[in-house]
């Protein structure tokens, strides 16, 4: 018996040594993540014309966390409705919580089950006139509330997804491995048209073919590959107007450094391509958000020309998308960022010049 309690012990030992030493290569690991950090973000990594954006304040208020209990487990994404007011839905406590445009909690929509006005995963939500809409993926079907969540109707969907809705009260739905990848209804369910192929037609399955999309209220469907940098422009037609690079964008001022000798600064950066994370709208002008080191935004015409670039200076391991973005009345644009610091997920009302 002796001898097995001495083995234990041994085994024992190894095995919490074994534990301190992967503590101590997850801390090096750590360490080096943040020192490569520090150091990109000392050079110039971002565009020499960009513009920075900075946090006016970030919601819920620590009051408002302990007073009214709101916590966000899940945020995909947020939304600002003509009136400032800010949603936020959370899919995985089937929860809505509503701020006004100053950010200041108002109430919160908790309905669950599959009735009428019911909900169980709600997850987007689009206005049309003076209607909330809520897109809810498990029950599949869009529900059409006044401002005030009184239930209208429901319009089922049919397994489809929705990306948006125009102002003339059209229902677009994406379709990742479909022979169109979009879908239009009618204000009913409809199906009106289809149109756009997968990017990369002969292979259905490939990551290569996912993509975000949001709808102007014109119409007009920007979609973007997360995993290529690239942004196409369809016309509420149904036609591909514009194809758009991100990558070959940013990737001009890794060529500038190259020519001011700065090789080795542009070598090293052009590891960091932009993924995009997100597309926010300002009127008929994409905010295309794109993450890498530091998180920057770009700002897309109506002609498919980038015409600007932003960016946060961020914290380490934070990341940033652009869920909205609006003009107020001197003109000045609020960007509503949707935060995730270390899994802890918030909402950041950025500005300029603040």
Not at 118 to 139: A, C, G, N, S, T
Not at 195 to 215: C, D, E, H, M, T
């Amino acid at each position: 018996m002796k001898t097995v309690a001495n083995v234990l012990f041994v085994i024992s030992c190894i095995t919490y040594l074994f534990g301190q030493g992967n503590g101590i290569q997850k801390e090096n690991s750590v360490k080096e993540q943040m020192e490569l950090y520090k150091r990109n973000l000392k050079q110039d990594i971002v565009r020499e014309d960009a513009i920075e954006i900075k946090l006016i304040k970030r919601i819920p208020s620590d009051t408002e966390i302990d007073e009214k209990e709101i916590y966000f487990r899940n945020l995909l994404y947020i939304y600002v409705d003509g009136r400032g007011h800010i949603y936020a839905p959370d899919p995985s406590l089937c929860i809505i919580y509503e701020f006004n445009e100053n950010g200041k909690y108002i109430r919160r929509y908790e309905n669950r089950g599959q009735g009428p006005g019911e909900l169980q995963h709600p997850q987007r939500i689009y206005f049309v006139d003076d209607k909330i809409i809520v897109m809810d993926p498990m029950l599949g079907r869009l529900t059409y509330y006044d401002r005030e969540w009184i239930f209208k109707k429901s319009v089922s969907l049919f397994g489809r997804y929705c990306i948006g809705i125009d102002k003339d009260s059209r229902i677009y739905c994406m379709n990742f491995r479909g022979e169109y990848i979009i879908t239009v209804l009618d204000a009913n369910g409809k199906i009106i048209k289809e149109y756009g192929v997968p990017l990369y037609p002969n292979k259905p399955q490939s990551i290569l073919n996912k993509f975000f999309a949001r709808v102007t209220p014109n119409g007009n469907v920007w979609i973007g590959y997360e995993a290529l940098g690239i942004i196409r422009k369809y016309s509420k037609e149904g036609e591909l107007e514009k194809e758009i690079n991100i990558n070959e964008y940013y990737n001009e001022h890794m060529k500038k450094l190259i020519e001011n000798n700065k090789k080795n600064d542009a070598n090293d950066k052009m590891k960091y391509s932009p993924i995009i994370k997100g597309i926010a709208f300002n009127g008929e002008e994409a905010i295309v958000t794109c993450g890498g080191i530091v998180n920057q935004m770009f700002r897309i015409n109506n002609d498919g020309d980038v015409i600007k670039a932003y960016y946060i200076s961020p914290q380490f391991r934070t990341h940033y998308t652009c869920s909205e973005i609006r003009s107020v009345n001197n003109g000045e644009e609020i960007f509503y960022i949707l935060e995730n610091i270390d899994g802890e997920r918030s909402i950041g009302i950025y500005g300029q010049g603040q």
